[in-house]
């Protein structure tokens, strides 16, 4: 994986798409979809067979001191459009204040033959924030993106 820097502007939540090049490697195949970089290279998971799926992603964050606080949350893009996230992870901007490790989220989709699904956050501050890290300090364990079928239709 490589680092990911994310920014944001002062009381804006802003989402954020993941690059293939966040992560490096692709664990298993299936024909249930295919996996492939969208224009501005951000990964694209694409069902090849409509029905329930089951996406988790997971990120670790940078350990680093910052003046200001954050709030941030795993989330899922479907076609391009921000739809689901995850529980957020709040950061006080206090150098006292213990770190976030990582954040997390699962999320079940329905997913028609041709949808993609892309993995990423939301960033939200009451301040400027730039380059936040988003790292993989475990990165077998902290930073990852799954998708699985959990169901097939047959409509």
Same mark, same amino acid.
């Given at each position: 994986t490589d680092?990911?820097?994310v920014s944001c502007s002062a009381n804006t939540a802003t989402s954020i798409k993941f690059t293939t090049s966040f992560y490096d490697s692709t664990a298993s195949g299936t024909s249930d979809y295919s996996i492939s970089t969208g224009g501005s290279g951000e990964l694209k998971v694409t069902a090849t067979?409509? +029905?329930w799926y089951m996406a988790e992603v997971s990120f670790g964050i940078d350990q680093t001191n910052r003046a200001v606080g954050y709030r941030l949350a795993a989330g899922l893009f479907l076609n391009g459009t921000f739809?689901?996230?995850g529980s957020t992870v709040d950061y006080f901007g206090s150098?006292?204040?213990q770190h976030p490790f990582c954040a997390q989220g699962a999320f079940i989709i329905?997913?028609?033959n041709g949808d993609y699904i892309t993995p +990423?956050?939301?960033?939200?501050s009451q301040s400027t924030?730039?380059?936040l890290g988003l790292i993989a300090p475990n990165f077998n364990k902290d930073t990852y993106f799954s998708v699985s079928l959990l169901n097939k239709s047959f409509a």
């Open positions: 680092t990911l820097n067979n409509a +029905g739809e689901k996230v150098l006292s204040t329905y997913l028609n +990423g956050c939301m960033l939200y924030i730039s380059s």
